[in-house]
């Protein structure tokens, strides 16, 4: 029995569970990211490799991590420790802490940027830039001023914790409960808005049309990163959100879930985009600012679009929260589990500290722009560093982890609770599962990681 079961707290339910985890995965990784790395690498050819890496290495990376949780009740030290008491296996606990730190001190950055654009919408501020270059300087001179890039930036990170403050079951899953709803509706109404324009064709067929001209090496390694970063993998995030988890729910099922609702959102924000970037004759591969500075312009040309401009900021912003939230809550499962420290003292003193390493992050578009570390300002080191190296490491240690160390035949045990049926009615997901936890996963992230550090 594992001493503080019992007072821990749980999900409330099996879609608290899910619809927590979902808005994890959901996050600037889909709507920011994905549909301009899509864009830079073949459209459809690209969508396809992604589809292949989610379900071959995210999916089972995913079963696998929050199964870890489950099986535990702890957080990603607790739970390695526990089950192999080993200092090595701690310590890849510890790094996923770590690597928390760092994601969300410059995550927070980003998603502060799209809660100060919430207010650049309604004050119809994108009316005296009209042209993308104008909306360009707009959004550098914004980023370029202090009080707007750290405000909104505090402001984010206290969003995030006042959630986190609130516990499992009133802050987080409350909170996604009635977050995530919104997201979606107001998702498919910008899709719809997108796939009714005059032009829209020519976006859809952009995101839809294989470009296999574009596709190499480096573009399956760039799809499995996407893949692990818009799964939250690699760190964990879904291995705390496990460990929340009810032995009686079906972890194999709610796996799927997961993956098929972040794919889902990815590309209907593809879609949203997309066709209104088209439909305005604006270029569709100007990179991560393809949000910051296109959309703007795009909201101007269209019809409706004072209002369309507020929703998509709004929607950008919940998704960042509730990414935000997950992150925030591994570094605080770790102090109260370990520590423990209560759940108010860890938020507020880590909440703080977060911000503060996230600072030079902040300050790496203003005064320390021409600060650089191995050819990189400290915001893209930090991205860098946790997205390229610690994520992939995470992610290939955990299978490793449980291929071999843990054992697959204990592993099995812990998974077949709550999904007796899967196991008589499927067998083969569950054969299949062992197989690219065992070989698969290790060994595509190994290739993934060796590329991250240059070495092909
Ligand atoms: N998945 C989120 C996104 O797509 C970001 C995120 C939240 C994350 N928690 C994480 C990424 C943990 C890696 C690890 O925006």
Not at 21 to 44: C, H, M, Q, R, T
């Amino acid at each position: 029995m594992i001493s503080n079961e019992s007072s821990r707290e749980q999900w409330g339910s099996k879609l608290g569970f899910i619809l927590a985890a979902a808005g994890s995965a959901i996050g600037l990784g889909n709507i920011w990211k994905f549909p301009y790395v899509a864009g830079e690498n073949g459209g459809a050819a690209f969508i396809l490799i992604y589809l292949v890496c989610a379900a071959i290495i995210g999916l089972p990376v995913l079963i696998a991590e929050v199964l870890i949780g489950r099986t535990t009740n702890r957080n990603p030290v607790g739970a390695f420790k526990l089950l192999s008491g080993s200092k090595f296996w701690t310590a890849v606990g510890g790094m996923g802490v770590i690597a928390g730190f760092i994601i969300l001190s410059y995550y927070a950055v980003i998603a502060g940027w799209s809660l100060g654009y919430i207010v650049e919408a309604i004050k119809g501020e994108f009316n005296n830039f009209p042209e993308p270059a104008q909306a360009g300087e707009h959004f550098n001179s914004l980023v370029g001023s202090l009080p707007w890039i750290i405000g909104y930036f505090a402001l984010f990170m206290s969003l995030t914790m006042w959630f986190v403050l609130s516990g499992v079951q009133k802050g987080i899953e409350k909170g996604s409960k009635i977050m995530m709803p919104v997201l979606f509706i107001l998702l498919i109404i910008l899709m719809v808005r997108g796939l009714t324009l005059d032009g829209a064709s020519e976006g859809l067929e952009f995101l839809l049309k294989p470009d296999w001209d574009h596709v190499n090496a480096q573009t399956v390694l760039i799809a499995l990163g996407q893949a692990f970063f818009t799964l939250s993998l690699g760190m964990g995030a879904m291995l705390t959100y496990g460990s929340y988890m009810s032995k009686k729910d079906n972890l194999f099922t709610s796996g799927f879930q997961i993956v098929i609702l972040d794919t889902a959102i990815a590309l209907i924000a593809g879609i949203a985009i997309f066709t209104a970037v088209f439909a305005t004759g604006l270029a569709p591969n100007v990179g991560p600012g393809l949000i910051f500075h296109t959309l703007p312009v795009v909201f101007l040309k269209m019809p409706g679009g004072y209002i369309f401009a507020i929703v998509f900021f709004i929607l950008l912003t919940i998704a960042a929260l509730t990414s935000a939230i997950s992150l925030l809550e591994v570094i605080t499962a770790y102090f109260v589990d370990e520590k423990r420290w209560s759940r108010k003292k860890a938020v507020y003193v880590f909440g703080t500290v977060t911000f503060l390493i996230g600072l030079p992050s902040a300050l790496s578009f203003n005064v320390l722009s021409d600060f650089h570390l191995l050819g990189l300002n400290f915001f893209d080191l930090a991205d860098y560093l946790s997205s390229n190296i610690l994520l992939p490491l995470g992610g290939m240690l955990l299978s490793v982890f449980v291929g071999y160390v843990w054992g697959f035949d204990k592993a099995l045990i812990e998974l077949k609770r709550g999904a007796e049926k899967i196991f008589e009615r499927y067998p083969l997901f569950i054969k299949l599962w062992q197989l690219f936890v065992k070989y698969f996963a290790p060994v595509l992230i190994f290739l993934v990681l060796l590329h991250s550090i240059g070495v092909f």
